[in-house]
């Protein structure tokens, strides 16, 4: 059967990506440039038996995404810089809480309402730390539009097997660009759903603590239990017992921690004899491409690292590369956000220089280029 | 073998240059058999202000990585502003299709300039000045070839509501014929 190409927007195919794998819930406050996957959202959930609603502002919707997914239905919500600082509280909330559900970020300039139409990718570290207190974070980052479709639906996999929410951040420019893709019929793509409790409603614990990720049972099927963004017990009922808050703390910690490699993809291209390592996500994991393609055209060895996982952190496959190669160059749309990471991990074993670029304008593969040719 | 076509469409806001990039992709990829980028950039405001819209064509097979225009085969140009602004990544022996009753400064450079006014012929000929981005359309077809007159027509038909679609043909072959006939000269 031939496949079904479609010219699609990145945010378009982040809206089919969340409807693919199963979401019934969308709870948003609409903001460039991200509109697109509400617009799409809000037409097409009803058709299907979906609720879609548009909050009073960011908070809200962070919360009810939340009790969506707390029904039992897969819940997203879509933002942008300004609205993502405010889901961060109740982000928090679902962390502590184990709640699944996707938070789509299309990063716009900043600080503050900053540029909404210009690409930025200065929220990575805020996808990290946004919330208070230590808590697990899976943030995903594609960078085609065909990638934006299927990491969604990778979104929604790993938040229900975890138990935990997950971000995918990607920017303006592929959130608003245009690329032929195909979609995937039923079938074509793996879809997780979360374990349901095969217990009795009286025997059941939310936050069963002989199991890593306990069941989560939807509201309205007669298992009632507490909710609270206070430590807990099993029960879900705040504690003060010391042990019972650390042995929580730490096994939230713990899914993510176990399961890196199940969490963690990258995309490599020129790898194996790369002499000159770049280390770029989204739009400008683009330009490196073109970069490095350039620069092999010429003899050069440069091969890049592309993450589209980036929080749990790619430590694995940066230190590798910091073994192979006398520098690693990364480019970034912000002032030094991955690039002290990157720093981190190679611990003094090879060079670490960052482009950075924070005007609204794609860094550009002659930028990346010239800094290629310096070092080769 | 086409590893990287590149076409910008500049105006203001409202003049239709980012839609005239997604007919111009949706004719190389979709309808046609390339493969296509196509992206955008704007300000805030919904009308006015600098509007462009670029699209990559590559062949089949072929990746294309960087999304935004780096040296420029075609470029149209609806305002002087635009032009202006916009004109210089085009690459030796490019084409610069410009509306001549608005783009009056003509930049200089190692390109080709083709003339015509789009908008009035759009508002005169056709009586709709919505349609200039159309006629454009079908004047890049003609100019380039990247794409051809079955594949752009089918993209915008695709894209028009049935009540328009005798419109649009005719904004469509409009910008064909009068390529054909200013291709004579380059």
């Not at chain 2, 409202?14 to 950039?41: D, P, R």
């Amino acid at each position: 059967m031939a496949a079904k190409k479609k010219l699609m927007q990145g945010n378009e195919a982040c809206a089919a990506g969340a409807l693919y794998a199963g979401c019934k819930f969308y709870a948003g406050y609409p903001i460039t440039p991200s509109t697109e996957v509400a617009e799409i959202m809000s037409v097409e959930l009803p058709k299907i038996g979906g609720k879609f609603i548009q909050m009073e502002d960011e908070i809200a919707s962070m919360a009810a995404t939340i009790g969506g997914s707390l029904a039992g239905l897969k819940s997203l919500t879509a933002t942008s810089g300004p609205g993502f600082s405010l889901k961060q509280e109740a982000l928090g909330y679902a962390c502590i809480t184990e709640v699944p559900c996707v938070i789509i970020n299309v990063m716009r300039g900043g600080p503050s309402t900053g540029y909404p139409t210009g690409p930025s990718q200065s929220d990575i570290m805020q996808a990290k730390w946004g919330t208070h207190g230590d808590h697990p974070v899976i943030a995903l980052t594609p960078a085609y539009v065909q990638e934006i479709l299927d990491e969604t639906v990778r979104a929604f996999n790993l938040s229900e097997k975890y138990r935990t929410p997950v971000i995918v951040l990607f920017d303006e420019i592929v959130g608003h660009m245009r690329e032929p893709i195909t979609i995937p019929e039923p079938g074509d793509l793996e879809v997780v759903d979360r374990e349901k409790p095969d217990c009795t409603p009286e025997e059941y614990k939310p936050y069963d603590d002989t199991k890593l990720i306990a069941p989560l049972a939807p509201f309205g099927d007669g298992y009632r239990f507490h909710v609270t963004g206070l430590n807990h017990s099993e029960d879900g009922f705040p504690t003060n017992n010391s042990e019972m808050i650390d042995k929580n703390n730490r096994r939230i910690m713990q899914k993510i921690d176990d399961n890196i490699d199940d969490i963690c993809k990258n995309d490599e291209s020129n790898l194996e004899d790369a002499e000159i390592g770049l280390f770029a996500v989204g739009s400008t994991s683009r330009s490196a491409k073109f970069s490095v393609n350039a620069a092999r055209e010429k003899g050069i060895k440069a091969g890049l690292l592309r993450p589209l996982t980036i929080w749990p952190f790619p430590d694995k496959a940066v230190s590798e590369l910091a073994e192979k190669c006398k520098v690693i160059i990364v480019p970034e749309l912000n002032l030094g956000q991955m690039v002290n990471e990157v720093k981190r991990v190679a611990a003094g074993r090879c060079e670490v220089i960052g482009i950075h670029r924070v005007d609204g304008e794609p860094i550009k593969p002659a930028q990346i280029t010239e800094l290629i040719e310096k070092y080769s | 073998m086409i590893e990287r076509y590149e076409i910008r469409f500049s105006g203001s806001g409202g003049q239709g240059m980012i839609l005239a990039g997604i007919i111009m992709a949706e004719a190389a990829s979709i309808y046609g058999t390339k493969n296509a980028a196509q992206s955008q950039s704007y300000g805030p405001e919904s009308r006015g202000g600098a509007s462009r819209a670029e699209v990559i064509i590559a062949d089949a097979g072929i990746d294309i990585d960087y999304p935004k225009a780096t040296s420029i085969d075609c470029m149209l140009a609806l305002t002087q502003t635009a032009c202006t602004s916009y004109y210089s990544d085009i690459k030796k022996d490019g084409i610069l299709l410009i509306d001549e009753d608005e783009v009056t400064d003509i930049p200089e450079g190692d390109f080709k300039v083709v003339k015509y006014p789009i908008l009035r012929a759009a508002r005169e000929e056709i009586g709709k000045s919505i349609v200039g981005n159309i006629i454009s359309l079908g004047m890049i077809t003609e100019l380039t070839g990247i794409v051809t007159r079955e594949e752009i027509e089918q993209a915008v038909l695709s894209r028009v509501p049935k009540p328009f679609l005798e419109l649009n043909k005719s904004a469509l072959a409009l910008g064909f014929e009068k390529a054909a006939e200013l291709k004579k000269a380059l």
